[in-house]
């Protein structure tokens, strides 16, 4: 993967969380997607059956281009003569990297092309803000469009501060098909303030949810000298991944 980095913001901020927005202005990689990305390499089947895949909050977007790459692979019988042709069982994809910053979402426009993925890879402007967390019928994009609701939803460290837990869940729940799935990775509420209400957030709007210590469980994926390139790892730092279905009606 090659990716341009920049900058990115906290939404809404306040006298209160200065200090985190000075944080989140660190112009580097987070490390819930450099996990997130790890754990998908190991779970590709999470994604063969999705025809509509959205990362939220995408930064530079790691964790949605890595899904747009795999679902290209998974897609594209190679032949021995080094052609490729579609696999027929599957439905055509399309992977959109959703963020509620300009520059975020320019930055994310280079990064598709520079990987390749321009075929089945878009940008969406999405704050957290503007979804109800009550419809069934999708998500509004900045321009107040209504998007069609997605199978998979993605996303890493995209809580930066107590209200964004509210505002992420309403959005998972709307953006999400009835039966469709979230992946998401955060830091624990020691150094992402908020994360710690994201369960009881989820449950508000109906969301099932399971949440396992990425340091537990997956511990493999916190491994290695590259999390330390990563925006405000610390060695000990403690990642959640929550495992989150929107029940069929
Ligand atoms: C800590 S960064 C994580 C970026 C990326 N997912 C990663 O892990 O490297 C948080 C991201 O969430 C985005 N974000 C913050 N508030 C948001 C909101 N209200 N709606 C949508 N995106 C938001 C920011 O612009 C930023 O890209």
């Given at each position: 993967?090659?990716?341009?980095?920049?900058?990115?913001?906290?939404?809404?901020?306040?006298?209160?969380?200065?200090?985190?927005?000075?944080?989140?202005?660190?112009?580097?990689?987070?490390?819930?997607?450099?996990?997130?990305?790890?754990?998908?390499?190991?779970?590709?089947?999470?994604?063969?059956?999705?025809?509509r895949i959205l990362e939220i909050?995408?930064?530079?977007?790691?964790?949605?281009?890595?899904?747009?790459?795999?679902?290209?692979?998974?897609?594209?019988?190679?032949?021995?003569?080094?052609?490729?042709?579609?696999?027929?069982?599957?439905?055509?994809?399309?992977?959109i990297?959703s963020?509620?910053?300009?520059?975020?979402?320019?930055?994310?426009?280079?990064?598709?092309?520079?990987?390749?993925?321009?075929?089945?890879?878009?940008?969406a402007?999405l704050?957290f803000?503007?979804q109800?967390g009550?419809t069934?019928i999708g998500w509004k994009d900045?321009?107040?469009?209504?998007q069609s609701p997605v199978d998979v939803i993605?996303a890493?460290?995209?809580?930066?501060?107590?209200?964004?837990?509210?505002?992420a869940?309403n959005t998972i729940y709307d953006a999400l098909k009835?039966?469709g799935?979230a992946?998401?990775?955060?830091?624990?509420?020691?150094?992402?303030?908020?994360?710690?209400?994201?369960?009881?957030?989820?449950?508000?709007?109906?969301?099932?949810?399971?949440?396992?210590?990425?340091?537990?469980?997956?511990?493999?994926?916190?491994?290695?000298?590259?999390?330390?390139?990563?925006?405000?790892?610390?060695?000990?730092?403690?990642?959640?991944?929550?495992?989150?279905?929107k029940?069929?009606?």
């Open positions: 993967m090659r990716l341009f980095i920049v900058a990115r913001t906290v939404s809404h901020p306040t006298p209160q969380n200065a200090s985190i927005v000075r944080l989140l202005l660190s112009p580097v990689m987070w490390p819930s997607a450099v996990v997130l990305s790890r754990w998908l390499i190991s779970n590709s089947s999470v994604l063969s059956k999705a025809n909050g995408a930064g530079c977007g790691l964790v949605g281009l890595l899904a747009a790459r795999m679902t290209k692979k998974q897609r594209a019988l190679t032949t021995l003569d080094g052609s490729a042709s579609t696999n027929d069982d599957s439905p055509p994809c399309e992977v990297l963020d509620f910053n300009h520059t975020v979402l320019e930055n994310l426009e280079r990064n598709i092309a520079l990987n390749e993925v321009e075929n089945l890879c878009r940008t402007g704050d803000y503007q109800p009550t069934q900045m321009e107040g469009h209504s993605l890493a460290d995209m809580i930066c501060q107590p209200s964004d837990a509210l505002y869940a009835p039966g799935r992946y998401v990775v955060c830091a624990d509420a020691a150094h992402r303030f908020g994360v710690d209400h994201f369960e009881r957030e989820c449950s508000r709007v109906g969301l099932q949810l399971k949440s396992c210590s990425v340091g537990d469980h997956y511990p493999s994926l916190v491994q290695g000298d590259d999390m330390h390139k990563t925006a405000g790892f610390i060695d000990g730092m403690n990642l959640t991944m929550f495992f989150i279905e029940p069929n009606q």
